[in-house]
Structures are given as structure tokens and as C-alpha cells.
């Protein structure tokens, strides 16, 4: 079936192919989840891409096929064609993914079970008590139907209460006990859906019935992972105010208890950081995978506000429904994407560069205390002694010059992403405690074996002469769990010879080769 399959994208792309084609490469993935798409023809004598065929029908029937032979989904594919008829195709599980249109190249998964852990999870927790009043949280709620009922001139009828035993189920469930201010409020009601139909009352988002809650804490109990080539240099930055949630894009003690409907939520934070209240709300989800949002210090002082907001006049009605008015909640960190300001803010904490006259001076950041990501794009630099106070985790830079020695012991570098116009060393790296991910493929490293000496390196990316160079001495790191080989012309089998080379079993790759008539 697979022989079948491959014969039939080989058809399509022949007959597809323009005048004076000499060979067309095709990549792609294909699994039950989809199929992706990328590669073209040469053609000596014109730059202009010529487009492939729609191949996604027969992408999918390839894996499909794949699927019934190895039990693979998705599968990486690469398939040549030559304008005598003959064509291979080389495919494999996932383990090994082509990143064309990606940043190029291709990655190799060698640790599937390991992901990187989120900054927010080492961060102590707040020893503060809770600032939630379950009998304050029940008199506002009271008062703020009564408000309502009387802005729409009718009473909102609510579900029945939960009781204390659905209460005490609901927290074995989830591992922990609610804020005594939300559990005060499921006594009343068990959230504000009747006929499927929400009142929409916490800040226009629907109140989770209990059995809602817990279905919900189970999918978003754990940050949501994008797969090395968006995680290895990924940062989750700070709630305004700082240091009041985790900096974590899920975590099991956020419970989420309002849904806007959109794939975000209200939840209660059982275990903020050191500046925030236990029980507090925040924002979760969707939106908020790269900075969660901070909204009060309990669900008691979030129905305060909504009261106040009634009494004031701060809303609008709409047939059935009131709208509360208030300002757009943040939902990314405060960032600059240009060039570095004369005056840069105070909360500033992700900035790229682009395009910048070189060399960038990147002195005017020492200001910035809450940097977490700087990356120079198109830009070079000499010194990177600015950045040795600053808390910046995800760094890409373009050295002129200069090393890295500021870089030595810096306890907040998680990646780094080195690009050089003269050799460089990269020793002082050794000294880098939490440095889990490095791109070199852009720089000249007179010193690649030091890489081996790296505690705890798990991500690691090379042009595939660095890579040569590397395993010929025996100095691949240990610690490995992903690598990228970033040669764009690098073919599948090449990919699958390099992996071998870092110990992933590649001997079950699917080779099949023919002739079309011509």
C-alpha cells in the first residue's frame, strides 16, 4: 500500500512539473491530524518558485498507509522526483520532523517523555493568608443579583446549590480545597447556567457548574506543549503586578470556575508566587500561554468591583444581558519590537531588534530589571556586558567582536541563540546553570566540544559540519532530549543518518523506490 501510495504523489508531481525541471524535492508530514506541505521544483536558469500540486488527498492516503505498516502519526515524508520518471521516497515517525518553513532543517526528538520546565514552577510560593471572606463573598453576591434584578427588571433565576459532599468530591478531584469565598458561593448556587443558558456574571464570563470546574482543571492542569521547535527558547513572563502568579502557561493548582467561551478563563490561584494572595483570581488559557493575567486578590474583591461598577453606572445593557465596562484586560507582556528606546519602561520585559544600525549598544537596557527576552534580529552587537544583571532568559545575539565572558554564571539564561562574525569560545557557557537550549549554527565556534561539558543542556542545534565535527570526537552532550541538524538542503536520509548518530533507532525507516513510464 505505501509503494502504492508513493506512486500516486510521484504521478501528481511529474505531471505537474515545469518546462525544463531537473528534479523537485517534496517534504511533508502526514497523520490523522492533517497533513503539511513544503519543497518545489529546480529549474536551472529562472529563480521564480514554481508551486507544487494540491497533494494533501494523497499525502493523507500515504499516511494512512504508513499507518497500517508501522503504526506511525504522524509520519515524516520526503519524497525526490526526476524527470526521467524515477522517484524515492524515504519516511519515518515523528521522532524526526522536517522544520522547512520552520527556521529549516530538520529536528530529532530523542527524549519524548522530557519537557522543559517553566520558570513559574521553581518560584517560591506566597506565605500569605487569603484575602477572600466567605460571608463578605455571600453578601456581595446577594447584593449584586439584587442590583442586577433591578437594572434588567427581573429576577436572574440560578441553579439549585451544590452540596458540601458534591463540594468535597469536586476537591478530592482536583487535589486541593477551594477558596472558602468560591465554596461559599457554590452553596448558593452551582454556577450560573440554567437550560444551557449562562447570566455571564464574573466580569461577562459563565460560572462553571462543579462538574465544569473539574473537567476543565483536569485538560488545563499542565502547561500546554508546542513541541521543541517553539519551546526550546520560549519564556513565560510576569503578571502586572510582579511576582503575584506563577510564570508558568498551566500549573495543578489553577482552577478555573468562569469561561469566556473563547478557550480562556477565571481561575482561582491555590498557589501564587511570593507577592500574591492564595485564592487570588487570574486569567488562564487560550490567550494567556505566554503571560497569565492577574485580576484581584479573591473572588470576595472581585465581586466588590463588579458592585461597584453597577452602583456607578459603568455598564450597558443589552435585552437580557448586562456589560459591564471595563478596560481591556493585558493579555501580553509589555514589549518593544524596533529598536531599543532612548527611555526604555520600567516594566519593559521582551525587546527585538530588528534591522538596527550595528553596532546595537545595548547599555540604555541595563534599566530594564524585568527582561526576559532579548533577541537581536538582522542586528550585531560588540559587547554583551549589559546583559550580565539583567534577568534576560531568552537571548539571540549576533556578536562583532567581543565574548561571552558576561555571560559567565548567569543564573537566569535558559537559551541562547549565537551568531558570529569571528571565531569565538564558548567556555564561559560552562558556568551557566539553567542554559537548556543553544543554537551555534550561525556562529564560529573554535571550542564546539565544551558544549559536552554543559550541566544540563537538552536542546541543541548545529549545521550539519558542526554536527560532524562534534560526534567525531565523541562529544555529543548527555543530557540531550531534542537536537536540530539546520541545513535547509539537508535531505530525510541525511536527517536519518545523523540521528542514528545521536542513538535514535532509525532502522525502521520506509524506503521505497520506482520508475514512472515516461
Known amino acids: 500500500m505505501v509503494e502504492q501510495a508513493a506512486q500516486r504523489i510521484a504521478e501528481e508531481i511529474v505531471a505537474s512539473a515545469p518546462a525544463g525541471w531537473t528534479r523537485v524535492v517534496v517534504a511533508g508530514g502526514a497523520g490523522s491530524g492533517g497533513t503539511s506541505l513544503s519543497g518545489g521544483y529546480t529549474v536551472p536558469g529562472t529563480s521564480l518558485p514554481h508551486p507544487l500540486p494540491r497533494l494533501f488527498a494523497e499525502l493523507s492516503g500515504l499516511g494512512e498507509a504508513v499507518r497500517k505498516v508501522r503504526d506511525w502519526d504522524p509520519t515524516t515524508v520526503e519524497i525526490v522526483c526526476r524527470p526521467s520518471g524515477e522517484y524515492e521516497l524515504v519516511a519515518f515517525a515523528d521522532a524526526i520532523t ?177 507577592n500574591g494572595r492564595p485564592g487570588q483570581v487570574i486569567r488562564v488559557g487560550r490567550d494567556y500561554d505566554e503571560c497569565p493575567s492577574y485580576v484581584a486578590d479573591s473572588v470576595t474583591s472581585l465581586l466588590g468591583r463588579q458592585l461597584e461598577l453597577l452602583e456607578q453606572g459603568a455598564y450597558e445593557k443589552h435585552d437580557d444581558d448586562i456589560e459591564l465596562l471595563e478596560p481591556e484586560p493585558r493579555r501580553h507582556p509589555e514589549r518593544i519590537v524596533g529598536e531599543i528606546p532612548g527611555e526604555v519602561p520600567a516594566g519593559l520585559q521582551a525587546i527585538h531588534v530588528n534591522d538596527a544600525a550595528s553596532p546595537v549598544d545595548l547599555a540604555p537596557l541595563t534599566g530594564a530589571a524585568n527582561l526576559r527576552l532579548l533577541h537581536l534580529n538582522r542586528s550585531v552587537t560588540t559587547d554583551l556586558a549589559p546583559v550580565r544583571r539583567l534577568p534576560v532568559e531568552s537571548l539571540r545575539v549576533t ?55 554543559l550541566p544540563d543542556l537538552r536542546y541543541l542545534a548545529l549545521t550539519a559540519r558542526q554536527w560532524t565535527a562534534l560526534l567525531d570526537e565523541g562529544k555529543a552532550p548527555p543530557t540531550l532530549a531534542a537536537a536540530r541538524l539546520t541545513d535547509d538542503d539537508a535531505s530525510l536520509a541525511e536527517a536519518l543518518t545523523w540521528a542514528a548518530r545521536l542513538g535514535l533507532d532509525t532502522g525502521g525507516a520506509l524506503r521505497t523506490a520506482g520508475s514512472l513510464p515516461m
Do not use: K
Not at 555571560?407 to 539553567?434: F, Y
Open 98 to 274: 522536517n522544520l522547512r518553513g520552520l527556521g529549516g532543517g530538520f529536528q530529532a526528538v530523542l527524549d519524548p517523555s522530557y519537557r522543559l520546565p517553566p520558570s513559574g514552577w521553581e518560584q517560591e510560593e506566597s506565605p500569605a493568608a487569603p484575602a477572600g471572606d466567605p460571608d463578605l463573598a455571600v453578601t456581595r453576591f446577594r447584593a449584586y443579583m439584587e442590583r442586577r434584578a433591578a437594572i434588567l427588571g427581573r429576577a436572574e433565576p440560578l441553579p439549585p446549590p451544590a452540596s458540601a459532599a458534591a463540594l468535597d468530591r469536586a476537591e478530592r478531584r482536583i487535589g486541593r480545597p477551594l477558596p472558602a469565598d468560591l465554596r461559599a458561593l457554590y452553596l448558593i448556587a452551582d454556577g450560573d447556567a440554567v437550560d444551557d443558558e449562562h447570566r455571564y456574571l464574573f466580569q461577562d464570563n459563565g460560572w462553571l457548574a462543579l462538574e465544569d470546574l473539574v473537567a476543565v482543571h483536569t485538560a488545563l492542569r499542565e502547561p500546554v506543549w508546542f513541541g521543541w521547535d517553539l519551546g526550546w527558547n520560549s519564556v513565560v513572563f510576569d503578571a502586572d503586578p510582579p511576582g503575584t502568579v506563577r510564570r508558568a502557561g498551566g500549573h495543578p493548582a489553577w482552577v478555573p470556575f468562569a469561561s469566556g467561551e473563547d478557550g480562556n478563563y477565571l481561575a482561582v490561584d491555590l498557589a501564587p508566587a511570593g
Open 399 to 453: 556578536l562583532d567582536g567581543g565574548d561571552l565572558t558576561p555571560l559567565e554564571g548567569h543564573r537566569h539564561l535558559t537559551s541562547l541563540e549565537l551568531g558570529t562574525t569571528t571565531p569565538i569560545e564558548i567556555g564561559p557557557l560552562r558556568t551557566v546553570p539553567n542554559l537548556r537550549g543553544l543554537d551555534l549554527s550561525r556562529a564560529v565556534v573554535r571550542d564546539l566540544a565544551v558544549v559536552a561539558d
